[in-house]
T-cell receptor, first 117, second 111 residues
Framework: AQTVTQSQPEMSVQEAETVTLSCTYD???????LFWYKQPPSRQMILVIR??????QNATENRFSVNFQKAAKSFSLKISDSQLGDTAMYFC??????????????FGRGTSLIVHP | DSGVTQTPKHLITATGQRVTLRCSPR?????VYWYQQSLDQGLQFLIQ???????AKGNILERFSAQQFPDLHSELNLSSLELGDSALYFC??????????FGAGTRLSVL
């Protein structure tokens, strides 16, 4: 079974600064997808960024970028120019194929990020 | 707004009871996922349906069941409820097999 580990339960950052959230995963598969989801106090889960394992290039979405290290099974999220609205729980997620041929999602336990003014 | 609708938003019930949670996916999405989010367990994948058929199972208890109807809406049935079933239940829909769009969740409180 795949596992996703987020080793930082809580982090904080000053507004306008940069912060990096860590995620490692364990899998024997070669093709899979990785995601970061954001869950603000409203509890809505929002997709932040997506990475396909077969792509070498790191995904970027505006102020959000990832550092995908396939050999190390590491998938960190960098938030640049942090804003107060970035305060949320961030979940790293892995999507890999099960023995039945379907993609099974596995989520990490989350990192609570607080952005201070 | 993700386009995924979950009802009800809140549900309060007693131990031993049975409840049904409903999910309407985004227009055109054939795949529906159900998750349970509790404080001590994080976000746990329960089950996935694709175009009416069960496609994948996660950590779903035997007391729980789900189905997806011809109009693609899905229902999660929780029976013989226990205090530990209190959680936030999410539904997500997907146009493919990777990106998921989450509903706002149903908060279940079992008293």
């Amino acid at each position: 079974a795949q596992t996703v580990t987020q080793s930082q339960p809580e982090m904080s950052v000053q507004e306008a600064e940069t912060v990096t959230l860590s995620c490692t995963y364990d899998t024997s598969e070669n093709n899979y997808y990785l995601f970061w989801y954001k869950q603000p106090p409203s509890r809505q889960m929002i997709l932040v960024i997506r990475q396909e394992a077969y792509k070498q290039q790191n995904a970027t979405e505006n102020r959000f970028s990832v550092n995908f290290q396939k050999a190390a099974k590491s998938f960190s999220l960098k938030i640049s120019d942090s804003q107060l609205g970035d305060t949320a729980m961030y979940f790293c997620a892995f999507m890999g194929i099960s023995s039945g041929g379907s993609y099974i999602p596995t989520f990490g336990r989350g990192t609570s990020l607080i952005v201070h003014p | 707004d993700s386009g995924v609708t979950q009802t009800p938003k809140h549900l309060i019930t007693a131990t031993g009871q049975r409840v049904t949670l409903r999910c309407s996916p985004r227009s055109g999405d054939l795949s529906v996922y159900w998750y349970q989010q509790s404080l001590d367990q994080g976000l746990q994948f329960l089950i996935q349906y694709y175009n009416g058929e069960e496609r994948a199972k996660g950590n779903i208890l035997e007391r729980f069941s789900a189905q997806q109807f011809p109009d693609l809406h899905s229902e999660l049935n929780l029976s013989s409820l226990e205090l530990g079933d209190s959680a936030l239940y999410f539904c997500a829909s997907s146009p493919s097999f990777d990106i998921q769009y989450f509903g706002a969740g149903t908060r279940l409180s079992v008293l």
